[in-house]
């Protein structure tokens, strides 16, 4: 049989002595008096959650503050939530500890590794998407079947990318709450997100097309604090909606500033034809500013780490978005044309240029080849009126 230790007594536990490390003595009925190399000795009582049956620990009280019969007392109340089916520290936080809470507390931490700009963005997605429905609930209460309800709303409006947003954020928000035991279970790693919600039909690259979600980039591209290199790749990206490719392996004597032109030769181009790109003033100016401060004696604008000889790696410029918060579902350095295309589809009446003029800025072939054949025009003064017009565009969300 077991050997059952004899309860204590205060005759007994002021005879216990400090030793160099930490050791307990039990009373029976899982509780126990801790001991201190500092001559600290408080209760405590251990049990077996029946919510996530694991062993846990719940301080009472420091000794003789906290007399032998009173942590008797809380002891008998403890065992009675158990037999309730109840895990004591869980009950315990719930009244405190609600999503919203939860949630701050999180981003909070977050912030430490994120730009400004993001972690902005992420209280306001909470604010508005998740706070008005479950903000005030008890994080630990809260159903699966609430979280894909409240999600239904935002696949209601129409907005997928939305839903990945809010549903990875939670994801993170309830992995923090597990991590500090503020709820017993992560609810979120239950929902099979493919199987819940619909999905947008995916055409292009994942990009943003929202004007503030735009702005939001823009800030936190400016606020990069990787290489400089990086930071003027993706901001040329999105100025020029060129290929990556051709980002990644400019070079200086593409480039006539003083005319504002980028030529490509035929080689460099997916579609094996040389192309000719006006530029805004607003890139004209910051590569101008870049070639006097860049230490870079290569003739590519952005070279690799490991050598100058070599054109920045195709990882660098989604591994920077990466940094900067933004998921590869949310948008990838392809999807900066995408974005140029869609806006500038959506405002023709601003800018008063053609679809073909559009086509012709990003280097896309005429689907008329017929037409194609005929068309010699480069078109140059309305690309550069439609170039100048999205930089000032980009320009003015962020002033």
């Keep these: 049989m077991p050997k059952i230790n004899a309860p204590l007594s205060d005759t007994a536990i002021k005879a216990l002595k400090p030793k160099d490390k930490v050791y307990k003595k039990s009373d029976g009925k899982n509780l126990f008096i801790f001991i201190e190399p500092s001559g600290r000795k ?20 420091n000794y003789p503050d906290l007399s032998l019969a009173n942590a008797r007392v809380k002891r008998q109340e403890l065992m009675a939530e158990i037999i309730d089916g109840n895990d004591p520290i869980i009950s315990k936080n719930n009244h405190k500890n609600t999503l919203d809470e939860v949630a ?19 209280i306001i997605t909470f604010k508005k998407h998740v706070s008005p429905y479950l903000g005030n609930y008890p994080i630990n209460e809260i159903k699966a079947t609430q979280i894909i309800d409240m999600l239904k709303i935002i696949e209601k409006n129409g907005n997928f990318e939305t839903i990945k947003r809010v549903f990875m954020l939670l994801n993170q928000i309830y992995k923090y709450a597990l991590t500090y035991q503020l709820t017993a279970h ?26 503030n979600e735009i702005r939001n980039l823009l800030i ?6 990787g290489e400089l290199k990086t930071k003027i790749a993706l901001k040329l990206a999105i100025y020029t909606a060129m290929r990556p490719f051709n980002i ?38 910051m590569l101008k500013e870049y070639r006097q401060v860049s230490l870079n004696d290569s003739g590519y604008l952005f070279c690799s780490a490991l050598s100058k ?33 869609t806006i500038a589809n959506e405002k023709r009446d601003e800018h008063k240029q053609s679809i073909d003029i559009i ?25 550069r009126e439609l170039m100048q017009w999205w930089a000032d565009f980009l320009d003015g969300l962020i002033i």
Aim: some cysteine.
């Design 248 to 285: 990644r392996h400019a070079s200086w004597d593409e480039f006539d500033l003083e005319a504002k032109i980028w030529s490509v030769k035929a080689l460099k181009m997916k579609m094996k034809e040389a192309f000719v790109l006006p530029l805004s003033d607003s890139v004209v100016r």
């Design 359 to 383: 086509e012709r800025c990003l280097a896309h072939k005429d689907k008329d080849k017929v037409r194609a054949a005929y068309n010699r025009a480069t078109n140059l003064s309305q690309m």
């Design 220 to 225: 936190a591209i400016n606020e990069y604090n």
């Design 186 to 211: 992560n609810i979120i790693a239950d929902i099979n997100f493919k199987y819940a919600f619909k999905s947008a039909k995916v055409k292009n690259y994942p990009t943003i097309t929202d004007e």
């Design 42 to 61: 408080f209760f405590a009582f251990e049990y077996k959650s029946p919510v996530t049956n694991k062993i846990r620990r719940i301080a009472l009280g």
């Design 309 to 341: 000889d070599r054109a920045m790696s195709e990882n660098t410029l989604n591994t920077a978005l990466r940094r900067l918060g933004y998921s590869k579902d949310e948008i990838v350095s392809h999807g900066f044309r995408a974005m140029f295309s």
């Design 104 to 122: 701050l507390k999180w981003l909070e931490i977050k912030s430490a590794t994120i730009v400004q700009s993001y972690y902005k963005k992420q």
